[in-house]
């Protein structure tokens, strides 16, 4: 049976996951919280912390908040600032390769590297989401009517793929074959980069909030239905032309986060009402992790050895979840 382990965060969790074994939960109240041999907690921001994503190299978690700064918190307890943008709301990154990173506010992203240079991207509208490319310093851009990919570390011309409407949340492909964005409408839609041919993926019920790629990129999994949807990506075609996996199903429950597991074929998936479970995909047998709770999951993250879980809800609850007997 799972067991859990319960952590005191008593905030919004806007992220949590594993740095190196080490758990850690970033907190609406601008902390971050780290639960090994014993808990810590370091106060990142002065206000709320917007935005979460650990370094490719999980040397640390950069997180970004309303105070408008930019940090990479450590384990150990280093709180390094990276960069500062004042009066500025910075509310999107990204982590890339080579200690990488993106930020955004309005309508400008900027990229850091590692030896602390910027680069800023300007845009006609605001920017919705930020991604970059499996390999390369290639940053690619969500905004109003499409998605813009851009080098980060030369000169080349962006290139802009158009889609009508917001798009919000954007993301690669493992492979870095499709880029894929969230719409503001309840739909995504995505582009196979070799030739830009459009994909589109409609049918929810609700606005996709959460998405992850499967091991070796085969399905994205995502929110925003009763189930978790889970789109094909292997084929020549993508998604285009097959159905997708349905995990999970509860008849008036939606999902509100979805983590596919580091090595095997297998889903966390987390509801509206607190529940966590874990499906399969060959057969969509299930497991239950956790039971109903106080809010909605707003956060899931595996370990590398996908032997733990931990969770974090709207209403600040969260935890870490043992599968090992």
């Known amino acids: 049976m799972p067991v859990i382990a319960r952590v005191e ?138 998605a813009t990919l851009w080098w980060a570390n030369t000169q080349g011309k962006p290139v802009d793929l158009s889609w009508k409407g917001a798009h919000l949340g954007i993301a690669f492909s493992p492979d870095g074959k499709y880029l894929v964005t969230t719409m503001q409408e309840n739909a995504l839609h995505g582009w196979r980069l070799s030739d830009a041919q459009d994909m589109r993926m409609t049918g929810y019920p609700a606005k996709v909030k959460s998405w992850s790629w499967s091991v070796k990129g085969k399905y994205l999994a995502t929110s925003g239905a009763n189930a978790a949807i889970l789109w094909p990506f292997f084929g020549k075609t993508g998604p285009m032309g097959q159905n997708p996996l349905q995990l999970g199903t509860r008849s008036d429950v939606l999902v509100t986060h979805v983590s596919c597991h580091p090595k095997e074929a297998v889903a966390a998936i987390g509801y509206s009402d607190g529940m966590v479970m874990m499906c399969r995909f060959e057969d969509n047998a299930e497991v239950l992790l956790r039971r109903a709770g106080k809010g909605a999951i707003s956060a899931l993250g595996w370990d590398d050895a996908g032997l733990r879980l931990a969770f974090g809800s709207e209403e600040g609850e969260a935890g870490m979840i043992s599968l090992q007997a």
């Open 9 to 146: 965060a008593d905030s919004y969790v806007v992220r949590c996951g594993y740095l190196k074994g080490v758990a850690y939960f970033a907190l609406g109240d601008g902390s971050v919280r780290f639960a090994g041999q014993g808990e810590t907690a370091h106060q990142a921001h002065k206000g709320g912390l917007l935005a979460a994503e650990p370094a490719q190299d999980g040397s640390g978690l950069v997180t970004s908040g309303d105070d408008g700064l930019i940090k990479r918190v450590s384990p150990d307890g280093a709180c390094e600032t990276l960069a500062e943008r004042p009066r500025k709301w910075i509310d999107l990154l990204a982590t890339g390769p080579g200690g990488a990173v993106a930020f955004a506010s309005g309508r400008t992203a900027w990229v850091r590297l590692k030896d602390g240079t910027e680069k800023e991207f300007a845009h006609e509208r605001a920017v919705g989401g930020l991604a970059f490319a499996p390999k390369g310093l290639r940053l690619a851009v969500a905004r109003y009517d499409g």
